[in-house]
């Protein structure tokens, strides 16, 4: 038969190990806690005149100086309070991109006036109206041009626009 003495297995320099029972002598006496030193609180740190503050300090300003932004609820509002409403309309129609040619007139400066043949080249789509997204022009001239020993006269091409790409509403 084996004998087993649980207390010749540990060595008599380490402490037994005990399930959370002490016996008085083993227990600590609490320390007495060390008095604290008071730490004076930090001073307000000085102002830093580096890059990174002076952009703090523009952004600060900037707000005082802009006007508040608004939402898009209340941007269409104060539109269609200030009898704006054609321009909302025109902003919730949709529109959409046609190609093909029509002419632009001559104004009265000679300059070409396109908007009217972007008119028309919506209506030929199908649609109200447009607005001129690209053009192209075209050098026309008279058939005695084309005949050879002709010197050609001043008044014998002249330069005709087209809108070839329109946004219809």
């Known amino acids: 038969m084996l004998a087993f003495a649980p207390e010749a297995g540990w060595p008599q320099g380490t402490p037994q190990p005990s399930l959370g029972l002490q016996s ?10 060390e008095p604290q030193q008071i730490e ?6 000085d102002e830093n005149p580096g890059l990174i503050n002076e952009i703090g300090k523009l952004f600060e300003k900037s707000k005082s100086l802009l006007p508040p932004l608004k939402s898009p609820a209340e941007t269409t509002d104060d539109a269609a309070n200030k009898g704006g409403g054609d321009a909302l309309s025109n902003l919730a129609r949709p529109s959409i991109m046609v190609s093909g040619r029509a002419a632009c007139l001559v104004a009265a400066n000679g300059a070409p006036d396109c908007k009217a043949g972007a008119d028309r ?4 789509k199908g649609y109200k109206e447009g607005k001129s997204l690209d053009t192209d022009a075209a050098e026309k001239c008279s058939p005695k041009v084309y005949v050879p ?5 001043p008044g014998d091409c002249k330069t005709e626009n087209y809108v070839t790409r ?3 509403q």
């Open 166 to 168: 329109a946004l219809c």
């Open 149 to 153: 020993g002709y010197k050609r006269q």
């Open 24 to 33: 008085p002598a083993q227990q600590s006496v609490p320390a007495r806690p």
């Open 40 to 45: 004076p609180p930090p001073s307000p740190r």
């Open 121 to 124: 080249l919506c209506q030929s």
